[in-house]
């Protein structure tokens, strides 16, 4: 099955300052990677997600990138503010809306 | 408003005493699915529904048991709860094509002793 591993575990940056969470996944025939942030006590929520066929999407701070050949993927936050404070997963699927497989997530941590 | 809700938010039974947790989408979506989250190991798929009376198992399916019978509802059943199923549960649904987790309920914080 698909396997996907997520670096670093934790993350501290200073306000303003740029993080940056990258994710590998095993399986070539996955397709979809979403991105998802959860602040402490609460749900996940969806904040971006990227199809194979795109190398990069942007939505405000937000960005990711893939490179299908190495299969990895990576999720870039600017101009980071406290409230990106939160654990962020990502995940990969074949896109057919069944398996999700997650990695194990990054705490990251903004410093004021 | 468009939510998914799961009943109850805290349970702590014993160990073999069945049990349900109820999820429910008001989107008319067609996805839905169970994780649990432990500590360490992120999320973790139990059971996805890609349709009414179409499931399958996620990664760790050992245990569970889910039905979709209406579009909106995708229970959960445990029905012979051990300690290792302590964990926080979160149901999911989507209406987007290939995606299995848009919105996520509020969460299931589950002790069996």
């Known amino acids: ?112 | 408003e468009a939510q998914v809700t799961q009943n109850p938010r805290y349970l702590i039974t014993v160990t073999g005493k069945k049990l349900t947790v109820t999820c429910s989408q008001n989107m008319n979506h067609e996805y839905m699915s169970w994780y649990r989250q432990d500590p360490g190991l992120g999320l973790r798929q139990i059971y996805y529904s890609m349709n009414v009376e179409v499931t399958d198992k996620g990664d760790v399916p050992e245990g569970y048991k889910v039905s979709r019978k209406e579009k909106r509802n995708f229970p959960l059943i445990l029905e012979s709860p051990s300690p290792n199923q302590t964990s926080l549960y979160f149901c999911a649904s989507s209406g987007r094509p290939g995606l299995a987790a848009q919105y996520f309920g509020p969460g299931t914080r589950l002790t069996v002793l």
């Not at chain 1, 993080?19 to 998802?36: E, G, H, L, R």
């Not at chain 1, 939505?59 to 490179?67: E, P, S």
């Not at chain 1, 406290?82 to 990054?106: N, R």
Request: with cysteine.
């Open chain 1, 1 to 112: 099955g698909e396997n996907v591993e997520q670096h670093p575990s934790t993350l501290s940056v200073q306000e303003g300052d740029s993080a940056v969470i990258k994710c590998t996944y095993s399986d070539s025939a996955s397709n979809y990677f979403p991105w998802y942030k959860q602040e402490l006590g609460k749900r996940p929520q969806l904040i971006i997600d990227i199809r194979s066929n795109v190398g990069e999407k942007k939505d405000q701070r937000i960005a990711v990138t893939l490179n299908k050949t190495a299969k990895h993927f990576s999720l870039h936050i600017t101009e980071t503010q406290p409230e990106d404070s939160a654990v962020y997963f990502c995940a990969a699927s074949m896109g057919s809306g069944d398996k999700l497989t997650f990695g194990t997530g990054t705490r990251l941590a903004v410093r004021p």
